[in-house]
């Protein structure tokens, strides 16, 4: 497996020789005001989570304000710009953790941060350094609650080839979504480095590394695949495969033995016809632990299939999804989509978590979104989520009790600038 994956990259890089000549972005840089962009992303958000086993449950209702400013780059053979963000979340009821400072019954009425980056551009490759949204598979800001969370320090991301991008980078704090502090997960340092190929239209690789320092190294590799069939119908098919190793004993489970490493993948079959799509995945963990991540990499850097209430990511654990997803374009209702899946896990290790023997899980999952198209509302996204989540009592102890979930969103992009 090893092989291959090494021999993709090496296929792009030995493609990319004749493949050097296409445009440079910095060549048609407009200047640094001229390609400036400021947006302003609204959101506001209600969360119920009703809780089995005594747990308290949770409601919170909540207004977010996104501001990002993107400067162009000034002229020349190397450009200079600025980009910078405003973050500013109110609470309008309850509170949570991942959303606002504070504890359970004193939540603080609202959150506020700010940042900013520089950056340089040569040709098609530019180098970032500061506070930033990442959004890369082993290292991905979460933006699943209220706010966005940010990393500090450098990013380099390279597209010289055409196809190839690579990106290399390092961050030295991590401020999660329910805080204000610039590094409250006390990241010490995280490297990165990787890449993507297109080989052509329909067929792409991932290759990436990471090292969180005292914590863990991760390997990700994914492949995707289209294949079309008919004018309107394809059949695309998505891997992807984490390899995390050298695990620190802090994450060791409740049953006292060493960890080391853990290894997840998934796979995922996609049949799309006409407004209907039809996906089957399967998924499987193996090693010493579960599937870690949001320890200084972001709580988004799990790009598996069966991430969904449940990442279905527990020690040993096999899951089987089978959803359906449909586009009401071709009914005559644009901007309407609607999806709804149904997960099982099975042959968790309940052992590690302080239960006995293997433990279950099973999710059914429905969303509904509309965006306008037009008039006065134009562009504004209305979504409903529901989870049903069922756990097994052995894995009760140390992981979420059986939960009804419902998250609300109405989200509205503004263009300022």
């Known amino acids: 497996m090893k092989v291959m994956k090494w021999s993709v990259i090496a296929m792009a890089v030995a493609a990319g020789t004749s493949q050097l000549a296409f445009a440079s972005a910095q060549s048609e840089s407009k200047g640094f005001v001229d390609d400036a962009s400021l947006d302003l992303l609204l959101r506001n958000t209600y969360w119920n989570r009703d809780y089995a086993d005594g747990v308290p449950d949770r409601n919170t209702w909540a207004q977010g304000f996104i501001a990002t400013f993107e400067s162009g780059f000034t002229q020349g053979v190397v450009g200079f710009g600025i980009d910078a963000y405003g973050l500013l979340g109110v609470k309008l009821d309850g509170g949570q953790g991942d959303m606002f400072p504070g504890e359970r019954k004193d939540w603080e009425d609202d959150l506020s941060e700010a940042g900013a980056a520089v950056k340089l551009r040569l040709s098609n490759s530019t180098v970032k350094y500061g506070n930033q949204f990442v959004g890369l598979p082993v290292i991905a800001s979460d933006d699943s609650r209220l706010l966005p969370e940010a990393f500090t320090g450098t990013l ?30 006390r990241l010490k340092s995280l490297n990165v480095f990787g890449g993507t190929y297109a080989l052509n239209e329909n067929l792409s690789a ?32 998505d891997f992807n495969y984490y390899k995390t190793d050298d695990i620190d004993q802090r994450f060791v489970g409740r049953d006292g033995a060493a960890v080391d490493d853990n290894t997840i993948w998934s796979l995922s079959a996609k049949y799309a016809i006409g407004s209907h799509a039809f996906i089957i995945a399967h998924q499987r963990v193996s090693g010493d632990t579960g ?10 850097a799990i790009w598996v299939a069966n991430s969904f209430l449940s990442d279905f990511n527990n020690k040993d654990e096999r899951s089987w999804q089978a959803s359906y997803e449909l586009d009401f374009t071709g009914y005559g209702i644009p901007g309407l989509f609607w999806k709804t899946a149904y997960l099982r896990g099975d042959n968790i290790d309940a052992e590690f978590y302080g239960g006995s023997g293997e433990a279950t899980e099973r999710e059914f999952f429905n969303q509904v979104s509309y965006t306008f198209q037009n008039g006065a509302a134009k562009d504004l996204t209305l979504r409903a989520r529901n989870s049903i989540l069922r756990t097994s009592n052995d894995l009760n102890n140390d992981y979420l009790p059986d939960t009804n979930e419902w998250r609300l969103y109405a989200i509205y992009p503004l263009s300022i600038l």
Do not use: C, H, W
Not at 161 to 171: D, V
Not at 175 to 182: E, H, K, Q, T, V
């Open 156 to 185: 380099l991301t390279s597209s010289e080839i055409e196809g190839l991008e690579l990106n290399a980078g390092r961050f030295t704090a991590d401020s999660p979504m329910g805080s204000p502090a610039r590094d409250d997960n």
């Open 206 to 237: 991932s290759l990436y590394f990471s090292d969180v320092e005292d914590t863990y190294d991760k390997k990700y590799a994914n492949i995707n695949y289209v294949m079309p069939l008919a004018e309107d119908q394809s059949l695309t098919f």
């Open 291 to 300: 599937y870690l991540y949001d320890q200084g990499d972001g709580g988004g």
